[in-house]
C-alpha cells in the first residue's frame, strides 16, 4: 500500500519525533495538535520538547516542505493518534477495598472523532498511544465507523504501540522492532507497509489486542522488577546491608538481574501501564496491583531517610537536585522526584529544587531555583533525586565552596560516598542504613 500523506494526531513526545520522521523519508505529514501554543511553536521554527537530535530533524522535515502543523486535521491516505493518556483526576476504581487509578481517554476520543469527517474508503487508522487492551476494537472501531464505514473492510485500523526510550527516541523509532496489530490480517499489512517507510528493525504483525498487551507487558514487568529493587533497599536498611553492594553481588549470578532502586518510579508509561491491566481486570492482577502501590509508596520511604539524614525537617533548607523522572531528559510527568518535594514541604522544610533540563518549569507549589547556584546557597541540607550526568559528574570539593550545607543524601547512588567524605560531606544513601 503507497502512502502520499498523513496526518499524525498529537505532537508531543511521540508524535512529533514520529511525524518528522515520515516526513524526512520522503512522505507529506500534517502534523496536527489542539495546542495552539504548540503550533505557533513550530511555525515559528523552535520545538518544544528537549529531546537530542529532534530540533534537527524537525526543521529538516519544515524546511523540506513535507511536514505542515495545524489545530485541524485534513483528508489524508493515513491517520496516526499519538495524544496522551492520563490518569483520571480524582477518580479511582474499587475492588475489594483495593483502590485504582483509571485511564483518561478523553484525548484519544477526541482525535477519534476529528478523523471521521475525513475518513475515507481504503484509508488507515493507527492507535499509537498506550491504551487499556481492547481499546482499538471497543473504542477506536465504534467510533470511527459512524463516518459510515466498516473498520477492517473498509478502511484499515492498528494498533502500533511506540516502544522507544526517552533521550534516544529518534534513533529507537528506526532501529527497534515495530509491533504491528491489526483489527484484521489486511490491516496488519496495511500498518506493515506505513511503518517499513522508516524502520530498519523487524515489523511483526500480529492482532490489535494483543499489539496492545504487548507494550503494557513490557512496561509491567520493568514495573514490577524495579518494586523488587525498592523492596530490597527497604529490607537492606532494616539489616544493616548496602544494597547497593548486595546488588552488585547477587547480579554476579548469569541468570540475575537486579534493577537500581530509588525515589520511586515515573513518566508517562512504567508509573502509568501497568495500571490499565489493573483497571481492565483488579481480580487477576494482585502482584501488578502490589508493585505499583511500592513504587509509588517510596517518596515517603525517601522522605522517611531525609528524617533521619537531616534530623527534624520542620525549617530545612533542602535543595532538591533533579525533578525529572529519570535521567538527562526534561520529561517532569508523573516523577517521583516532585511527590517527594510535596512530601518534604509537608513536613515544614523549605525546598528549592533545581532541575537542568527545564529551568523554567511550572510546578505548582515547588520553588524552582535559578541555578545550581541559587539552589545550594544557605541550604542546610542537599538531596540527590535524579542521577543526570551533570550532578554525577559535581567535584565535592567544589560543592563545598558552594554552600554551608554539610548533609547529603544520594537516593540513586551517583556519588563516592567516600570522595564525599573527604570534601566535608555527611553522606547518607538509600538503601544504606547509618
Given at each position: 500500500?503507497?502512502?502520499?500523506?498523513?496526518?499524525?494526531m498529537g505532537l508531543g513526545y511521540i508524535g512529533l519525533p514520529t511525524?518528522?520522521?515520515?516526513?524526512?523519508?520522503?512522505?507529506?505529514?500534517?502534523?496536527?495538535?489542539?495546542?495552539?501554543?504548540?503550533?505557533?511553536?513550530?511555525?515559528?521554527?523552535?520545538?518544544?520538547?528537549?529531546?537530542?537530535?529532534?530540533?534537527?530533524?524537525?526543521?529538516?522535515?519544515?524546511?523540506?516542505?513535507?511536514?505542515?502543523?495545524?489545530?485541524?486535521?485534513?483528508?489524508?491516505?493515513?491517520?496516526?493518534?499519538?495524544?496522551?493518556?492520563?490518569?483520571?483526576?480524582?477518580?479511582?476504581?474499587?475492588?475489594?477495598?483495593?483502590?485504582?487509578?483509571?485511564?483518561?481517554?478523553?484525548?484519544?476520543?477526541?482525535?477519534?472523532?476529528?478523523?471521521?469527517?475525513?475518513?475515507?474508503?481504503?484509508?488507515?487508522?493507527?492507535?499509537?498511544?498506550?491504551?487499556?487492551?481492547?481499546?482499538?476494537?471497543?473504542?477506536?472501531?465504534?467510533?470511527?465507523?459512524?463516518?459510515?464505514?466498516?473498520?477492517?473492510?473498509?478502511?484499515?485500523?492498528?494498533?502500533?504501540?511506540?516502544?522507544?526510550?526517552?533521550?534516544?527516541?529518534?534513533?529507537?523509532?528506526?532501529?527497534?522492532?515495530?509491533?504491528?496489530?491489526?483489527?484484521?490480517?489486511?490491516?496488519?499489512k496495511a500498518g506493515h507497509d506505513l511503518y517499513a517507510t522508516f524502520?530498519?528493525?523487524?515489523?511483526?504483525?500480529?492482532?490489535?489486542?494483543?499489539?496492545?498487551?504487548?507494550?503494557?507487558?513490557?512496561?509491567?514487568?520493568?514495573?514490577?522488577?524495579?518494586?523488587?529493587?525498592?523492596?530490597?533497599?527497604?529490607?537492606?536498611?532494616?539489616?544493616?546491608?548496602?544494597?547497593?553492594?548486595?546488588?552488585?553481588?547477587?547480579?554476579?549470578?548469569?541468570?540475575?538481574?537486579?534493577?537500581?532502586?530509588?525515589?520511586?518510579?515515573?513518566?508517562?508509561?512504567?508509573?502509568?501501564?501497568?495500571?490499565?491491566?489493573?483497571?481492565?481486570?483488579?481480580?487477576?492482577?494482585?502482584?501488578?496491583?502490589?508493585?505499583?502501590?511500592?513504587?509509588?509508596?517510596?517518596?515517603?520511604?525517601?522522605?522517611?531517610?531525609?528524617?533521619?539524614?537531616?534530623?527534624?525537617?520542620?525549617?530545612?533548607?533542602?535543595?532538591?537536585?533533579?525533578?525529572?523522572?529519570?535521567?538527562?531528559?526534561?520529561?517532569?510527568?508523573?516523577?517521583?522526584?516532585?511527590?517527594?518535594?510535596?512530601?518534604?514541604?509537608?513536613?515544614?522544610?523549605?525546598?528549592?529544587?533545581?532541575?537542568?533540563?527545564?529551568?523554567?518549569a511550572n510546578m505548582p507549589g515547588i520553588e524552582m531555583a535559578s541555578?545550581?547556584?541559587?539552589?545550594?546557597?544557605?541550604?542546610?541540607?542537599?538531596?540527590?533525586?535524579?542521577?543526570?550526568?551533570?550532578?554525577?559528574?559535581?567535584?565535592?570539593?567544589?560543592?563545598?565552596?558552594?554552600?554551608?550545607?554539610?548533609?547529603?543524601?544520594?537516593?540513586?547512588?551517583?556519588?563516592?560516598?567516600?570522595?564525599?567524605?573527604?570534601?566535608?560531606?555527611?553522606?547518607?544513601?538509600?538503601?544504606?542504613?547509618?
Open positions: 500500500m503507497k502512502f502520499n500523506k498523513i496526518c499524525v511525524a518528522s520522521t515520515f516526513a524526512t523519508n520522503g512522505i507529506k505529514v500534517l502534523g496536527v495538535d489542539v495546542n495552539a501554543n504548540i503550533i505557533q511553536t513550530l511555525q515559528k521554527g523552535d520545538i518544544h520538547i528537549h529531546e537530542p537530535g529532534l530540533r534537527t530533524v524537525v526543521e529538516a522535515a519544515i524546511n523540506s516542505g513535507n511536514l505542515t502543523v495545524s489545530t485541524r486535521p485534513e483528508e489524508a491516505d493515513a491517520f496516526l493518534i499519538a495524544v496522551p493518556t492520563p490518569f483520571c483526576d480524582g477518580e479511582f476504581g474499587d475492588y475489594e477495598g483495593r483502590k485504582y487509578k483509571l485511564a483518561d481517554m478523553t484525548a484519544v476520543k477526541s482525535a477519534t472523532e476529528a478523523i471521521v469527517p475525513y475518513l475515507r474508503k481504503g484509508n488507515l487508522v493507527v492507535l499509537e498511544s498506550t491504551s487499556p487492551p481492547r481499546t482499538t476494537v471497543d473504542l477506536v472501531a465504534p467510533i470511527l465507523e459512524k463516518s459510515g464505514l466498516k473498520a477492517g473492510s473498509d478502511f484499515f485500523l492498528c494498533y502500533s504501540p511506540e516502544r522507544v526510550l526517552p533521550g534516544q527516541i529518534l534513533r529507537e523509532l528506526i532501529e527497534n522492532a515495530r509491533v504491528i496489530g491489526g483489527l484484521t490480517p489486511e490491516s496488519a524502520v530498519h528493525g523487524q515489523i511483526i504483525d500480529t492482532d490489535a489486542t494483543t499489539a496492545e498487551m504487548v507494550k503494557l507487558m513490557e512496561n509491567t514487568t520493568r514495573d514490577v522488577n524495579i518494586a523488587i529493587a525498592n523492596e530490597f533497599a527497604r529490607l537492606a536498611e532494616k539489616f544493616g546491608v548496602d544494597v547497593w553492594e548486595a546488588i552488585q553481588l547477587a547480579n554476579l549470578h548469569p541468570r540475575i538481574n537486579i534493577l537500581s532502586p530509588g525515589p520511586g518510579v515515573g513518566g508517562h508509561c512504567i508509573s502509568v501501564d501497568p495500571w490499565f491491566f489493573v483497571e481492565t481486570a483488579p481480580e487477576l492482577t494482585p502482584l501488578i496491583y502490589n508493585a505499583r502501590a511500592v513504587n509509588d509508596g517510596q517518596p515517603h520511604f525517601v522522605v522517611e531517610k531525609a528524617k533521619q539524614a537531616f534530623g527534624d525537617l520542620k525549617g530545612k533548607k533542602i535543595a532538591a537536585l533533579g525533578l525529572a523522572y529519570k535521567p538527562d531528559v526534561d520529561d517532569l510527568r508523573e516523577s517521583p522526584a516532585t511527590e517527594v518535594v510535596h512530601l518534604l514541604q509537608k513536613q515544614g522544610a523549605q525546598v528549592k529544587a533545581w532541575e537542568p533540563f527545564k529551568p523554567t541555578s545550581f547556584d541559587a539552589a545550594l546557597k544557605d541550604a542546610d541540607a542537599i538531596l540527590l533525586l535524579v542521577n543526570h550526568t551533570e550532578f554525577r559528574e559535581l567535584e565535592p570539593t567544589q560543592v563545598a565552596q558552594q554552600t554551608p550545607a554539610r548533609l547529603v543524601l544520594d537516593t540513586v547512588n551517583a556519588w563516592d560516598a567516600a570522595k564525599w567524605q573527604s570534601a566535608g560531606f555527611n553522606v547518607f544513601r538509600l538503601g544504606v542504613r547509618k
